[in-house]
């Protein structure tokens, strides 16, 4: 039975009460400080002052642990899903899903894996589903799947590139500034060469774009297409 519709254990006459939310709440604090692979039954069992064997009461392996964290999590972004049009609904879900990407790495790791089905993440699933059908671009089934599948790709990618590249930056202890004085004269030789002339525009005359904004104009773009009429 799946952990979602699985009871709870009995409450026990223990020192320490135990949920199923207490134990997700703690392990998401251990993994925004030592990511996935940071995470064990051992450490979860110490941080909440518990023996580790009491935990495979509630939960039965790393899996379902990861469901329940994975489905907290959603529960920030199901709430933010709460608006009247349908266009708001979709921006503020992904903007949310990206806000809780960065404030939970880990989180991102998971996203476009296999599918997310506790309560919560269902929740994001026919909030965001059920504004798209009501796009003006969306005819049936066909069209609302696209749809769909176009925003999470771009959603997944967004947010795994930005959290890839906070991580690089602490890692390697360089940042932007730090990146483009060591691999600048390289690049600018380069350039010079006349081979590049499309990257040498974007380099020199582009601008750096803002995380935030270049994430919200790429959705708003996608979002017209979708609401365009179809091309017979």
């Given amino acids: 039975m799946p952990v979602w519709e699985r009871p709870e254990p009995q409450p026990r006459a223990a020192p320490v009460p135990?949920?199923?939310a207490k134990i997700a709440a703690t392990a998401i604090r251990l993994a925004d400080v030592h990511g996935l692979d940071g995470l064990s039954v051992r450490k979860i069992a110490k941080e909440?002052?518990?023996g580790p064997m009491r935990l495979y009461d509630?939960?039965?392996?790393?899996?379902e642990l990861l469901d329940l964290m994975v489905d907290a999590v959603y529960a920030r972004i199901a709430e933010a899903g709460q608006r009247s049009e349908w266009r708001a609904t979709v921006l503020a879900i992904a903007h949310a899903t990206r806000d809780a990407a960065?404030?939970?790495?880990?989180?991102?790791?998971?996203?476009g894996g296999r599918p997310h089905l506790g309560p919560h993440?269902?929740?994001v699933g026919e909030s965001t589903a059920a504004a798209l059908s009501q796009a003006p671009g969306v005819r049936g089934i066909d069209d609302l799947q696209r749809a769909l599948g176009a925003i999470n790709a771009f959603v997944i990618g967004a947010v795994r590139r930005e959290v890839t590249e906070r991580r690089t930056a602490r890692?390697?202890?360089t940042d932007l500034t730090a990146w483009q004085a060591t691999l600048g004269p390289y690049l600018t030789r380069m350039l010079e060469t006349g081979r590049y002339p499309t990257v040498a525009r974007l380099v020199v005359d582009g601008a750096h774009l803002d995380a935030e904004e270049t994430f919200d104009h790429t959705l708003t773009t996608i979002l017209d297409?979708?609401?365009s009429q179809p091309r017979t």
């Fill in 225 to 227: 297409g979708i609401t």
């Fill in 58 to 63: 509630y939960v039965v392996n790393r899996s």
């Fill in 48 to 50: 909440l002052g518990i």
């Fill in 18 to 20: 135990l949920s199923r």
């Fill in 171 to 173: 890692s390697t202890g």
């Fill in 121 to 123: 993440a269902l929740a």
């Fill in 102 to 111: 960065l404030d939970h790495e880990w989180f991102a790791d998971l996203l």
